[in-house]
């Protein structure tokens, strides 16, 4: 079965500290993809990454790093130099080539960031 | 390009009383969704459409009901509202990625809130 796991509930920092977001995901697909997605306060939902399960070369986007590591199942998020604009809900998720025709997305539970002035 | 559009944003219900979601998305996605979200619980997906004629339960079916009305358009139903339904709704489409056909992104609406009393 699949599952996402972050097990950090909520984080807080302060302005302009690095921070790392965990997801620990399961699955017996060989076959997968993996997302971050964000929720500022506002509500929306915004795509940040996917990644697929052959490539595991990290990607760095700015200020956001993602590090993916099959070999422990993990799929980290960090923040470099973070702001106040940062704070908000931070979502992992999985979908599995094995999941039919479509590309329906588990999610963990999120983590809540709190950057602080 | 409004992208995901869900209706109503906004709704307070009384126990027993009956109601429907409607979600629509203009960008020619063969799959929708719909998903739960509550505190503590990320997001969790009732119901979703691989394509246009077909529906499929997700991980908390019960007490909802959906209708992929045409390629567009789907729509979620509460028969009989519970307080156990009190949630944030959130409808989304994607492409399927496997093919090449798409990211397998989920692009989110911006969800509806709903009060059962």
């Known amino acids: 079965a699949q599952k996402v796991t972050q097990a950090q509930t909520e984080i807080s920092v302060v302005e302009k500290e690095d921070v790392t977001l965990d997801c620990v995901y399961e699955?017996?697909?060989?076959?997968?993809?993996l997302f971050w997605y964000k929720q500022p306060p506002s509500g929306e939902l915004v795509f940040l990454i996917r990644r697929n399960s052959f490539d595991e070369q990290n990607e760095i986007s700015g200020r956001y790093s993602w590090n993916f590591q099959k070999s422990t199942s993990s799929f980290n998020f960090t923040i470099t130099a973070s702001q106040v604009v940062d704070s908000a809900v931070y979502f992992c998720a999985l979908s599995e080539r094995g999941g039919g025709a479509t590309n329906k997305l588990i999610f963990g539970t999120g983590t809540l960031l709190a950057v602080q002035p | 390009n409004a992208g995901v559009t869900q209706t109503p944003k906004f709704q307070v219900l009384k126990t027993g009383q009956s109601m429907t979601l409607q979600c629509a998305q203009d960008?020619?996605?063969?799959?929708m969704y719909w998903y739960r979200q509550d505190p503590g619980m990320g997001l969790r997906l009732i119901y979703y459409s691989a394509s246009e004629g077909t529906t499929d339960k997700g991980e908390v079916p019960n007490g909802y009901n959906v209708s992929r009305l045409n390629k567009r358009e789907f729509s979620l139903r509460l028969e009989s509202a519970a307080p156990s339904q009190t949630s944030v709704y959130f409808c989304?489409?994607?492409?399927?990625?496997?093919?090449?056909?798409?990211?397998?992104?989920?692009?989110f609406g911006e969800g509806s809130r709903l009060t059962v009393l």
């Open positions: 699955t017996r697909d060989t076959t997968y993809y």
């Open positions: 960008m020619n996605h063969n799959s």
């Open positions: 989304a489409s994607s492409e399927f990625p496997w093919t090449g056909e798409g990211t397998g992104e989920l692009f």
